[in-house]
């Protein structure tokens, strides 16, 4: 069974920043890529950054590059979302994926998600 326990979410001004957290429950989380995604009111799920299974390699959407950066400790099973200089357009909730394999390919599990709202 996979669990993937969002945290870090919360309300913050323009410019500001936030470290989400993911905690992984499952077996052999270093044989995975893990991901984030976030939803926007009335938008679709969109995805935001990808780490492969040993975090050697990462993806970042264009919208957050720059500001936002993913990493894993595969120590203590989890991944984090490190947000800077977040903007309006950042506000969403967003779920950290984990992936069907170690690369950037197709993601299965879901968490339930955190809410950002970056407003002043």
């Known amino acids: 069974q996979v669990q993937l326990v969002e945290s870090g979410g919360g309300l913050v001004r323009p410019g500001g920043s936030l470290r989400l957290s993911c905690a992984a429950s499952?077996?052999?989380?270093?044989?995975?890529?893990m991901g984030w995604f976030r939803r926007a009111p009335g938008k679709d799920r969109e995805f935001v950054a990808g780490?492969?299974?040993?975090?050697?390699?990462?993806k970042l959407a264009d919208s957050v590059k720059g500001r936002f950066t993913i990493s894993r400790d595969n120590a203590k099973n989890t991944v984090y979302l490190q947000m800077n200089s977040l903007k309006p357009e950042d506000t969403a909730i967003y779920y950290c994926?984990?992936?069907?394999?170690?690369?950037?390919?197709?993601?299965?599990?879901w968490g339930q998600g955190t809410q950002v709202t970056v407003s002043s």
């Open positions: 499952l077996r052999a989380f270093s044989s995975y890529a």
């Open positions: 994926a984990k992936g069907s394999s170690g690369g950037f390919a197709n993601y299965d599990y």
């Open positions: 780490i492969t299974w040993s975090g050697g390699l990462t």
